[in-house]
Each structure stands twice: as C-alpha cells, then as structure tokens.
C-alpha cells in the first residue's frame, strides 16, 4: 500500500505519505466492519449454530473446514462477528457439527432456536401461568434435576420450571431486554448447556424456583 500511494503522490515527504496509507487501510478496516449483515434468526423449528469467528483465519479455516453442502454466511450477532451455520431441525445434529468444529477448528459457538408452534393444546399441571411479553431463556436439562445448581451458578439466582412445546424446561431468564436474554444464551452455551431463546408469552410457568435434588 505504501508504494503505491508514493506513485501517486511523489512530491510528499515519507511519512507524511505512510500516515496517508496507514489512514487509507483504516478506513478500508472500518468500511469492511460495517458491510457485516446482522444475522437472521433462525425459521420456526430451526437450530441454528453460531460459531464466534472475527478473524478472516477463523472464517477460512471453517469453510475449509465445511464441507460444500453445509451453508454458512458471516453477520453480526450482537458484538460478535460470527458464522451462520442453519438447516439444523434436530438438536442432536446441531449439537454433533458444534463439537466437529471445536475439535477441529478450536472454535466454540452457540446454539439457538425458535421453536415450531405445537401442533395441539398443551395439557399442564401446577396451576400454570403463562409468561408475559418478552424472551424466555429455556435449558433443556434432559431429566437430570442435578443441573439446577450448575444452571443457578450461571445465571446468579433462582431457576423456574416451564413447559414449553409440551415438553419441560429450566427456565435460566424470563426478561424483556433482548440483548440480557441472549447474553445469558451466550453464557449457558459457552458452559455445555443446551439453552434457547423463545418467545415468553408461549411458555407456562410451572414453578417459579425450583431446587437441585
């Protein structure tokens, strides 16, 4: 870069001409930054896998990575720079292709959804109540009520009980602020939990705190 704005401004002193490159290549940074998409949620039913990628090495060693019937693109999600990898419709799946890239690039990501609507009434017990507006933020604890304290240490405080698509989750936040519940996402993940964002008004409080057994 330097030599070539020399060519073209031979008259000025070198450093002068270096502050000029150097000014040149930030702005190519900075307009480079700004062209990232936010990325799109996933479809209803989908699990999408979010791999934190803000280096054009971590981006190429994952399409390299992946192979050629794997979709990806790179947005914005959140503060992060990630890839989108979506097309997932069983959480195993999802789960599977996580693992591959930690093993085999050394990245980690998250795992996010947006559940389908189910099909028939939910039938549920404890005098159910459902949330209000906002974002819910459920862990899968695949019947093992010894993750409570484990989900309790994460979030810093009480863990409810949910039934959401009639199946039955911790409830780690119930929030309207959008970026606190993907934080909280972001953080269960980041932990080995299998955690979603959904939407709250679908999901009945069965109990408000419940205890690690």
């Keep these: 870069m330097p030599l070539t704005v020399v060519h073209r401004f031979p008259n000025l002193p070198h450093?002068?001409?270096l502050a000029i490159a150097?000014?040149?290549?930030?702005?190519?940074?900075v307009t480079?930054?700004?062209?990232?998409?936010?990325?799109?949620?996933?479809?209803?039913g989908e699990y999408l896998l979010l791999i934190v990628s803000p280096t054009a090495d971590n981006q190429k060693q994952l399409r390299n990575a992946l192979p050629a019937e794997i979709k990806s693109t790179t947005c914005q999600y959140l503060t992060d720079t990630v890839t989108?990898?979506?097309?997932?419709y069983k959480i195993d799946d999802a789960q599977r292709w996580a693992r591959y890239i930690n093993n085999i690039v050394g990245l980690s990501g998250i795992i996010t959804t947006k559940p389908a609507d189910p099909a028939t009434p939910q039938t549920v017990t404890y005098n159910p109540q459902s949330l209000g507006e906002g974002y819910a933020v459920l862990v899968d604890y695949f019947n093992r009520p010894e993750l409570v304290s484990n989900v309790q240490q994460v979030v810093g405080g009480d863990v409810g009980f949910v039934?959401?698509?009639?199946?039955?989750?911790?409830?780690?936040v119930y929030t309207t602020n959008q970026k606190e519940a993907y934080n909280t996402?972001?953080?269960?993940n980041d932990r080995g939990f299998v955690a979603y964002v959904v939407d709250s008004r679908k999901v009945m409080l069965l109990r408000s705190n419940v205890?690690?057994?």
Excluded: N
């Design 15 to 17: 450093a002068l001409v």
């Design 22 to 29: 150097g000014l040149m290549g930030g702005m190519s940074s």
């Design 32 to 44: 480079a930054q700004q062209a990232i998409p936010v990325c799109q949620p996933p479809e209803p």
């Design 84 to 88: 989108r990898i979506g097309g997932f």
């Design 163 to 172: 039934s959401y698509g009639q199946r039955p989750y911790l409830l780690a």
């Design 185 to 188: 996402l972001q953080q269960l």
């Design 211 to 213: 205890r690690s057994q």
